[in-house]
């Protein structure tokens, strides 16, 4: 199976999981209501997470829809009691997928985790059904400026945390900025009417979203101070994405799609 740095597995992930829908699921669920998803679709989520977005097209494609979840490590608990969802075990670089079978795939935070994304992106194309939809959601990760801190010393601490923490996502074969390249590499793909949209906003210290931040840098705590963080540095960290006084700019989720017209 395919690595990741941050395991579905690990006691942190359903943290990370109430995060990513609380700040970003809301954006997601406009993005495809927009897209025209509707009644009788057939939708493949790939890296289903926690199944918050699943449950939402099933309940969107109604009884005459269907939608297949796909993860390595799939949580179900949002799934139950939907006829129409479907939920596998299933890894999306070497793991078979129907052809022309979709009207519409989706995946959130996948690609970027994944040396292979080209050729992933090339089998998902592959697995729409003609005039069917590709959309790909996405992290810029190297553009997460602070935006407000108690003191200079604040900012570089969170500074190099976050950049350890980014090296080791390279080191796994992550490309931070895979958000700004999707939408040439899906027009270089055969796909057309590509556009993208990019959604961001601040984080307080304290709040849900610099949650993300302490359950990633938790969950690799050992890899980071193998990497050159201190102990005391990252205890410091954690006491500052508590800090109200300390806004940073989210991630900026991009979302790029495109039809598959032939």
Not at 21 to 45: A, F, P
Request: aromatic share 6%; hydrophobic share 40%.
């Amino acid at each position: 199976m395919s690595q990741y740095l941050f395991d579905n597995a690990a006691d942190q992930a359903p943290a990370r999981f109430s995060v990513l829908e609380t700040c970003y699921d809301h954006v997601t669920r406009d993005n495809l209501t927009r897209l025209g998803v509707r009644s009788g679709w057939n939708c493949l989520e790939v890296g289903g997470g926690g199944g918050s977005l699943g449950a939402w097209l099933a309940d969107t494609v109604g009884p005459e829809g269907r939608v297949l979840l796909t993860d390595i490590a799939p949580q179900t608990a949002r799934c139950h009691e939907r006829a129409n969802l479907t939920v596998e075990q299933h890894d999306i670089v070497h793991d078979e997928l129907p052809e022309s079978e979709f009207d519409l795939i989706h995946a959130r935070l996948v690609l970027l985790h994944l040396p292979q994304r080209r050729e992933v992106l090339d089998r998902l194309i592959t697995a729409l059904k003609p005039g069917g939809w590709l959309v790909l959601e996405e992290f810029d990760c190297e553009w997460t400026p602070v935006l407000a801190a108690s003191d200079p010393g604040a900012i570089s601490l969170f500074e190099k945390v976050h950049s350890r923490l980014m090296h080791l996502l390279i080191n796994a074969g992550a490309d931070l900025v895979w958000a700004r390249k999707a939408h040439a590499a899906m027009s270089e793909a055969g796909l057309e009417e590509v556009s993208s949209t990019t959604y961001a906003e601040s984080w307080t210290g304290g709040g849900v979203g610099t949650r993300l931040h302490r359950v990633n840098s938790e969950q690799v705590e050992a890899q980071l101070i193998d990497g050159g963080v201190a102990p005391e540095e990252l205890r410091a960290f954690w006491s500052l994405l508590e800090d109200p006084r300390f806004v940073v700019n989210s991630y900026p989720l991009v979302n790029t799609r495109g039809c598959r017209r032939r």
